[in-house]
């Protein structure tokens, strides 16, 4: 697309945004369905069409640090982490101050809000012309696989698809790591672009969300990133009717290779939409190949178990 496109897509994105619609944006981890934050109407209008539950909080978006600190109270390390990865793959949960103009159902009245500064260019573009925070969950229905690119988002939505500014493909493919920093001790909500080895060396020890005592992110649902038919992982063998769904340089007989090589940042960027490539006819299910559990491979686990899990959850 060439830049006059890019910034026509973005003035006519400011004026649904500026009439409480919701518009489908590129972000570097994920497409995301995006609404003015301060908008409740705006807001709303986000929950109904990804049928999203409603005590399901929203991620804020931002252009900078300091529009950041309008909405939420930074701590140092709270400072010291959005400094470091600052555009970029992280959402920081935080104290909300009282005189946030954001809209309390994006953050599901909670004292919290989560926050983050996407690092794509069109993201940032938008946000800068905009001028308003911006509330924007994944683009894709509740509890479905993540849009990693157009074609995604439009064939989530249908015929209820939202305009969408065209970003490419996502660069990281899978959504951002959740840091909850509103209490003293850092506990990781959710792991995803940036990896916990990342964020603990900036701040120290993080905990794992197993470990605290609540489940803090209303959204980590057991079912998620689902596709329709049934997902193994730590597959071998796969069976004869089965997709197989392959990483690193052993897996010659995969159908999909997330990383011939073996690198996760590479898996992850191609985890979603791989999943949705082998999610068709004639395959009964999908085989997932053993992923390593350091670096970026503990959100792919993550993201795999969700998709794996057979519970049917209320929505
Ligand atoms: O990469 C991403 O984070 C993408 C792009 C579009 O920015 N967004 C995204 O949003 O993944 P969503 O809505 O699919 O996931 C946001 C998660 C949910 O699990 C939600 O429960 C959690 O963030 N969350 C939001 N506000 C929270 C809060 N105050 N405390 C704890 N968790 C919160
Ligand atoms: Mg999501």
Not at 111 to 135: D, F, M, N, S
Not at 140 to 147: E, G, L, M, V
Not at 242 to 257: R, T
């Amino acid at each position: 697309m060439t830049v006059d496109e890019s910034s026509k897509q973005i003035q006519q994105a400011c004026s649904y945004l500026k009439n409480n619609q919701v518009v489908a944006i590129p972000t570097e981890t994920v497409y995301g369905l995006a609404a003015d934050a301060t908008s409740d109407l705006g807001v709303a209008a986000i929950f109904a069409l990804k049928n999203r539950p409603h005590f399901n909080p929203l991620i804020i978006h931002v252009s900078s640090i300091d529009q950041a600190e309008q909405i939420a109270v930074f701590s140092e390390k709270a400072l010291a982490v959005a400094k470091t990865f600052w555009p970029g793959p992280l959402t920081l949960v935080l104290q909300r101050r009282l005189e946030s103009s954001i809209s309390l159902l994006a953050s599901a009245g909670l004292e919290t809000i989560a926050i983050r500064v996407p690092a794509h260019p069109i993201a940032q573009k938008l946000l800068k012309a905009y001028g308003r925070p911006l509330a924007a969950p994944s683009a894709n229905r509740s509890t479905h696989i993540s849009s990693t690119c157009v074609d995604d988002v439009l064939e989530s939505f249908g015929s209820n698809a939202p305009f969408v500014i065209n970003g490419g493909a996502c660069r990281v493919g899978i959504e951002s790591t959740i840091l909850d920093l509103s209490e003293d001790s850092p506990v990781l909500l959710r792991p995803g672009g940036i990896s916990l080895e990342d964020l603990e060396s900036v701040i120290g020890k993080v905990k794992k969300n197993q470990e605290s005592t609540c489940v803090k992110a209303p959204g980590m649902m057991k079912r998620h990133y689902a596709p329709l038919r049934p997902l193994r992982m730590n597959a071998v063998t796969p069976e004869a009717t089965e997709a197989f769904l392959g990483f690193g340089p052993e897996c010659e007989n995969a159908h999909l290779n997330l990383s011939p090589s073996g690198c996760l940042t590479e898996a992850a960027a191609h985890l979603f939409r791989m999943m949705r490539d082998l999610d068709c006819d004639p395959f009964s299910g999908i085989a997932v190949a053993p992923i390593p559990l350091y670096g970026l491979g503990l959100a792919i686990n993550d993201r795999l178990t969700r998709a794996s899990c057979l519970l049917e959850i209320e929505q």
